[in-house]
């Protein structure tokens, strides 16, 4: 069974940078499957953050509220997807999930990571 | 952008009863249409994909149905461990949306 598992810094600076990064584990990331971002603001519902697949950034789709601030990308040697978010504010805390598509099926997440929370604060 | 409208957002139900929720997109996305559940500090879990597929490994009280605009999920004799928030999601390429998220609590 696949696993995912994200890390990246608990707490980032306001104007600063947001990165994390999503390892795959049990599974390739070559697979037939969209790699995703999903967060969820303290008491909010889920928030769709964008998308990539393993060819590279030239397939990665993006929320358009976020897409001028959100850049995800692969690292195929590394089994790896990762996620920055610039000039962050308070309204960018939140858990952040990385998460699998099922390619075929209607886009559903069938595998998640247990997600990491980051706390934009000075 | 297509947007969910899902309700109710918050229910009450008893142990046994029958419960349904709506999801309604604001245009037709067919039946690209995934319903999750999701407990306190944990991730979503998939429960129903193509609007209507049961995921394996979930309970059969669970089902959904529904295409084009108006869907709906239905737990049919509820269980202590499905007091949880429910999301609908839909997928029309390249973009996805959720809906609100239905807290469903004890009576």
């Known amino acids: 069974q696949v696993e995912l598992q994200e890390s990246g810094p608990g707490l980032v600076k306001p104007s600063g940078t947001l990165s994390l990064t999503c390892t795959v584990s049990?599974?390739?990331?070559?697979?037939?499957?969209?790699w995703s971002w999903v967060r969820q603001s303290p008491g909010k519902g889920l928030e769709w953050i964008g998308e990539?697949?393993?060819?590279?950034?030239?397939?990665?789709n993006y929320n358009p509220s976020l897409k001028s601030r959100v850049t995800i990308s692969v690292d195929k040697s590394q089994n790896q997807f990762s996620l920055k978010v610039t000039s962050v504010t308070a309204a960018d805390t939140a858990v952040y999930y990385c998460?699998?598509?099922?390619?075929?099926?209607?886009?559903?997440?069938?595998?998640w990571g247990q997600g990491t929370v980051v706390a934009v604060s000075s | 952008d297509i947007q969910m409208t899902q309700s109710p957002s918050s229910l009450s139900a008893s142990v046994g009863d029958r419960v349904s929720i709506t999801c309604q997109a604001s245009q037709d996305i067919s039946n690209n249409l995934n319903w999750y559940q999701q407990k306190v500090g944990k991730a979503p879990k998939l429960l129903i994909y193509h609007a209507s597929k049961l995921e394996t490994g979930v309970p059969s009280r669970f089902s959904g149905s529904g295409s084009g605009t108006d869907f709906t999920f239905t737990i049919s004799s509820l269980q202590p461990e499905d007091f949880a928030t429910y999301y609908c999601?839909?997928?029309?390429?390249?973009?996805?949306?959720f809906g609100q998220g239905t807290r469903l609590e004890i009576k």
């Open positions: 990539i697949y393993h060819t590279g950034t030239g397939s990665a």
């Open positions: 999601q839909q997928h029309d390429n390249p973009l996805i949306t």
């Open positions: 049990r599974g390739s990331i070559t697979s037939n499957n969209w």
């Open positions: 998460a699998r598509a099922r390619t075929m099926e209607g886009g559903a997440f069938d595998i």
